[in-house]
């Protein structure tokens, strides 16, 4: 199978959680959403000179690459590792860029406004991080294991997330009466232990007990 071959299987497959298709780098900092979100989740795969529908449309390889080398290093952080590739088809090149899940997360991206975000890959979307993303990213990152009690109140909290639609960060700190910062970081423990998983529904964040 050559290169070409293994770039039309790649694009037959579309877009999904760990690849997407990029016609052209128009904005660093729209390449570094992608690249943070890729890292921060499962990694994944960048297109860039293929359209939204699959056609190629090719790219100029060297400024394409310092622009990617541009979002993983100066906007990135912790920067993230990648590895490209460029493929010749159809008279046209297309660079294929590699992006390994990280070690180091949450990666954070910097937008146009020049602030921070962590971004998750969902489906085919970059999505922002929840502050429970962050907070069981950090959890990950300690050396030590965590403690935490089970009380009357887990129990009841973990009841009020075993609906099958899951509750939004808002609802959970509603219903825990408790600061918002204690509840968010009970909510990451339950992800973080595996009891609670996350979902995402019309375009939001849940959280509901594992099914």
Known sequence: MTDADKLYRLIAEGEHQEQDFKYEISSISKIAR??????????????????????????????????????????????????????????????????????????????????????????DENIVATPVHLFVWREENRPSGTFVPFTEQERRLLAFLSNEEGRTLNQFCRYAGTGRRKAIALLAYFVHFGVVETVFVEHRFRFRTVL
Do not use: H
């Not at 979002?71 to 952080?77: I, K, N, S, V, W």
């Open 34 to 123: 992608s690249l943070s979100a890729f890292a921060n989740t499962d990694g994944g795969r960048l297109l860039i000179g293929v359209k939204d529908n699959g056609r190629i449309a090719g790219v100029k390889t060297d400024e394409e690459y310092y622009m990617v080398e541009a979002a993983a290093t100066q906007y990135c952080c912790p920067p993230v590792a990648f590895t490209m590739e460029a493929v010749r088809t159809e008279e046209k090149d297309v660079l294929v860029a590699t992006i390994a899940p990280s070690d180091k997360r949450p990666v954070y991206a910097r937008d146009e406004d020049n602030k921070r975000r962590a971004y998750v890959r969902v489906k």
